[in-house]
Nanobody
């Protein structure tokens, strides 16, 4: 059973930065897993933000391109989301997601609030 734990969320002013972390346990081959970050703002559906595959290829939703960077450390079984130039519309609960074969796993989420 894969278990994901996010951390690093908090309150930040517009223009600020945060780095989210997601530590995985229980995966037999983390380095071969594809990973992603999603977010869900109040009264909105869950939205894909960024992904990174086992080969390190990344992709981003247009609204965060140039501001967010997804990365992974296979030695630590951890995926990161570096968020720069944060905007109020980035406020949401951020979730990491891991694919293992035909199964997908979610973390519990971490709150990011961008406000002055």
């Amino acid at each position: 059973q894969v278990h994901l734990v996010e951390s690093g969320g908090g309150l930040v002013q517009p223009g600020g930065s945060l780095r989210l972390s997601c530590a995985a346990s229980g995966s037999s081959i983390f380095s071969q897993n594809d990973l992603a970050w999603y977010r869900q703002a109040p009264e909105n559906g869950r939205e894909w933000v960024a992904s990174i595959n086992s080969g390190g290829i990344t992709d981003y939703i247009d609204s965060v391109k140039g501001r967010f960077t997804i990365s992974r450390d296979n030695a630590k079984n951890t995926v990161y989301l570096r968020m720069n130039s944060l905007k109020p519309e980035d406020t949401a609960v951020y979730y990491c997601y891991l694919w293992e074969g035909s199964l997908g796993y979610w973390g519990q989420g971490t709150q990011v609030t961008v406000s002055s």
